[in-house]
């Protein structure tokens, strides 16, 4: 059953989180609070897509990020999780340990069909029930009811149309014989020689289209072989988690650093040969220790020079200030205290004792400039100084944890994932001259048929061209039969021979289960259109009440996927919408009943009916859900 949905930028949703229990799970809330898109989501990261609805109509209007879905679920004792997300590109990824994990979306499905012994129409037709399905089961016809069935359970029409194409196929095969009459004679005429030269043409033509077959045939298996030593590759790597993280850190300081790396004299990556250095490289950190520390104190003896000459230059300001004042000023008996030497002295003594001093700010201005210049130089070096001592440094710890290891270990480590590149390498050689021969091929094709377009061009007599012509349209003909029949063969297999004699006995049993004791009976006619008897009086299905034919619907699908699959959850959208107060009180204990008695193992059910769900809040077999409050919390 399903145990958590995580999604994000999924519709109304930025991201959420739910946890799903057995028996029934109620989603409730009001109108647009995105429980339907819930439910969406759960198909979506079962199947892989919604029926009906494109997938870009789910991401989250105006979110640039991913939206992204995932499902865990418990089947056959394991527990499994897909995950699958889409924004401009779709991704997925099913996770089953302690198998390989599943990225490809046909391995998936495949997977997801065995596990719960289904088919693809099951999944989409029976599974879901959106809020859409339920009010048109209400409103469906006699006639219409049984095409319903007859689509859930994918029979009845598709007899009726492989009849049809086996008739439709033998037709083709007599005209065929015909037309290959006509051709026989017509082809000793005058054009013998070109028919005889297209005939040869169109026999090359389907040798190399077999050759190309298994050409490519050859290149999907060589892929396969690459595919498979990656793996074992990745397997090595796996069990030796802790040294594979440490050597693709030490790898990637070297890749991104590999200028600093030449006072080493080391060319290419190879951790032997970083180990062997160990010694090497504490020299080089302790060289740029020392280099660093000598520019440090060099820029700080550079910043003080700095602020010593800001303070003088600040103190020749005030004079200057002072002396423009005094300048000024006419009267002779002025008298100043110098800022310097603190003394009272009159303004000739004053302007004769400071004036150098408009010479000394400009001195001081163009010292403290070029001391900034050089004071910057020397950051920058400190800063180049600093990255190297860090990036040797942070080599020097990765280099002391590898060393940790077994050196034989290492070494066995390192000499299989040569060994298994070196294998990729030559494989990866052979594919690409399996990839020359295919291209060759293509190329000798297109010769073929361009000689085979002339030829035709050139044919004078129509006759050998009409008759040939219907010959091989009455060939496709019969070949697309045949296929056609083959693939209804196999669909018809998968669904085990199930009718609807099958389906009816199967849901009048259940109905006298659960409703053993009531005067309400349920029957089918010939036609498999189902009637209700209540003391006495026949009701047809057109009359009656929203209740009863909603409890229908979910027993047929119960029954669907209890008896035919062993897919152990039920999805409805909005059952109660449309039913009066008493049928939905009906139907929630109908839907725990089914639960109770093995029918069905997980219930999922949206609805805004939350008064109606408090009356079963202590029930052990039923999980409320409240979105207003989740997202009230989250908020």
């Given at each position: 059953?399903?145990r958590?949905?995580?999604i ?6 930025d991201?959420?989180s ?6 029934v799970?109620?989603?409730i809330?009001f ?6 898109s819930i439910?969406e989501?759960?198909?979506?990261g079962?199947?892989?897509r919604v029926?009906?609805?494109p ?5 989250k209007?105006?979110?640039s ?6 499902l865990?679920?418990?089947q ?9 997300s889409?924004?401009g ?9 302690p198998?390989?994990d599943l990225?490809?979306?046909d391995?998936i499905k495949d997977?997801?069909?065995?596990l719960?012994d289904s088919?693809?129409?099951?999944l989409e037709?029976?599974l879901y029930?959106p809020?859409?399905?339920i ?7 006699s006639?219409n ?7 859930l ?7 009726e149309?492989k ?33 005889g030269?297209?005939?040869?043409l ?11 077959n ?9 892929k396969?072989?690459i ?6 590759k990745d ?7 802790d ?10 300081i070297?890749?991104q650093?590999?200028e600093?790396?030449?006072e080493?004299n080391?060319g290419d990556f190879s951790i032997q040969e970083?180990?062997?250095?160990k010694?090497?490289?504490v020299n080089?950190i302790n060289n740029?220790s020392k280099?660093l520390?000598?520019?440090v ?5 550079k910043?003080?020079?700095i602020?010593e ?5 600040e103190?020749r300001?005030?004079i ?13 008996e ?13 303004k000739n003594e ?7 001093t408009?010479d000394e700010i ?5 010292e ?5 210049k050089?004071l ?6 400190r800063?180049?100084?600093?990255i190297?001592y860090?990036t040797y440094?942070e ?6 944890s590898?060393s940790?290891f ?8 390192e000499?299989k ?6 294998e990729i ?6 594919l690409q ?5 295919q291209s ?10 361009d ?10 007599v129509?006759?050998?061209?009409k008759?040939?012509?219907?010959f091989k349209?009455n060939y496709?003909g019969?070949l697309?039969?045949?296929i056609?029949l083959?693939?209804?063969?196999k669909v018809?297999k998968k669904?085990r021979?199930l009718?609807l004699?099958?389906?009816v006995d ?11 004791y009531?005067d309400?009976?349920?029957y ?6 189902p ?5 006495s009086?026949?009701i047809?299905?057109?009359?009656a009440s929203?209740?009863e ?5 979910v027993l047929?699908k119960?029954?669907?996927?209890k008896?035919?699959?062993k897919?152990?959850f ?5 059952p ?8 939905r009180i009906?139907?929630?204990d ?6 109770r008695?093995?029918?069905i ?12 769900t408090r ?7 039923v ?5 207003p409050?989740i ?5």
């Amino acid at each position: 059953m399903i145990r958590n949905l995580q999604i994000k930028n999924w519709k109304c949703h930025d991201i959420l989180s739910l946890e799903l229990k057995e028996g029934v799970n109620f989603i409730i809330g009001f109108n647009g609070i995105g429980k339907t898109s819930i439910l969406e989501a759960i198909v979506f990261g079962l199947i892989g897509r919604v029926r009906t609805k494109p997938l870009k109509t789910f991401k989250k209007i105006g979110s640039s990020e991913d939206a992204e879905v995932s499902l865990r679920f418990e089947q056959k004792e394991r527990e499994y999780e897909i995950i699958r997300s889409f924004n401009g590109r779709a991704s997925r990824k099913l996770l089953r340990p302690p198998e390989q994990d599943l990225t490809n979306l046909d391995d998936i499905k495949d997977f997801i069909l065995d596990l719960f012994d289904s088919n693809q129409a099951f999944l989409e037709n029976i599974l879901y029930s959106p809020e859409g399905e339920i009010y048109n089961f209400l409103r469906l016809d006699s006639k219409n009811l049984v095409n319903y069935l007859e689509k859930l359970i994918g029979i009845g029409k598709m007899r009726e149309f492989k009849n049809l194409i086996n008739n439709l196929r033998l037709v083709f095969e007599k005209k065929r014989k015909e037309y290959k009459n006509y051709v026989k004679t017509l082809k000793d005429f005058e054009i013998k020689e070109a028919l005889g030269d297209r005939i040869q043409l169109e026999g090359d033509k389907n040798l190399l289209h077999n050759k190309s077959n298994a050409l490519k045939s050859e290149i999907k298996n060589k892929k396969n072989e690459i595919s498979q030593i990656e793996k074992k590759k990745d397997e090595i790597y796996g069990k030796n988690y802790d040294y594979r993280i440490l050597l693709s850190k030490t790898e990637k300081i070297y890749n991104q650093n590999r200028e600093f790396f030449q006072e080493l004299n080391i060319g290419d990556f190879s951790i032997q040969e970083f180990l062997s250095k160990k010694g090497r490289i504490v020299n080089v950190i302790n060289n740029y220790s020392k280099k660093l520390k000598s520019k440090v104190q060099e820029c700080k003896d550079k910043e003080k020079e700095i602020l010593e000459k800001k303070l003088r230059l600040e103190e020749r300001h005030k004079i200057k200030a002072i002396i423009d004042k005094l300048k000024m000023n006419y009267e002779v008996e002025t008298k100043v205290v110098c800022p310097l030497c603190k003394k009272l002295l009159s303004k000739n003594e004053f302007l004769l004792v400071h004036e150098d001093t408009i010479d000394e700010i400009d001195t001081l201005e163009e010292e403290i400039d070029n001391i900034k210049k050089n004071l910057k130089n020397d950051e920058r070096a400190r800063k180049d100084l600093n990255i190297k001592y860090n990036t040797y440094r942070e080599l020097m710890d990765l280099l002391e944890s590898i060393s940790k290891f077994d050196e034989n270990t290492i070494m066995q480590i390192e000499d299989k994932i040569q060994k298994f590149d070196k294998e990729i390498a030559e494989k990866r050689k052979e594919l690409q001259k399996l990839d020359d021969s295919q291209s060759f091929l293509d190329e000798k094709l297109k010769e073929i048929k361009d000689k085979l377009r002339d030829i035709k061009a050139a044919e004078k007599v129509k006759d050998v061209m009409k008759y040939d012509k219907k010959f091989k349209e009455n060939y496709k003909g019969t070949l697309i039969c045949d296929i056609t029949l083959e693939a209804l063969e196999k669909v018809l297999k998968k669904q085990r021979n199930l009718n609807l004699d099958d389906l009816v006995d199967e849901i009048k049993k259940i109905w006298k289960v659960f409703f053993p004791y009531e005067d309400r009976n349920l029957y089918f006619d010939k036609n498999y259109i189902p009637y209700f008897e209540k003391k006495s009086e026949t009701i047809p299905f057109k009359n009656a009440s929203g209740g009863e034919k909603i409890i229908l619907l979910v027993l047929i699908k119960t029954i669907l996927l209890k008896k035919y699959t062993k897919i152990p959850f039920l999805i409805l959208d909005e059952p109660l919408e449309h039913l009066n107060f008493e049928n939905r009180i009906n139907i929630i204990d109908y839907l725990i009943e089914i639960h109770r008695k093995g029918l069905i193992k997980q219930l999922i059910i949206t609805t805004f009916e939350e008064s109606l769900t408090r009356k079963f809040r202590n029930s052990d077999k039923v999980n409320i859900i409240s979105l207003p409050n989740i997202k009230k919390y989250k908020g």
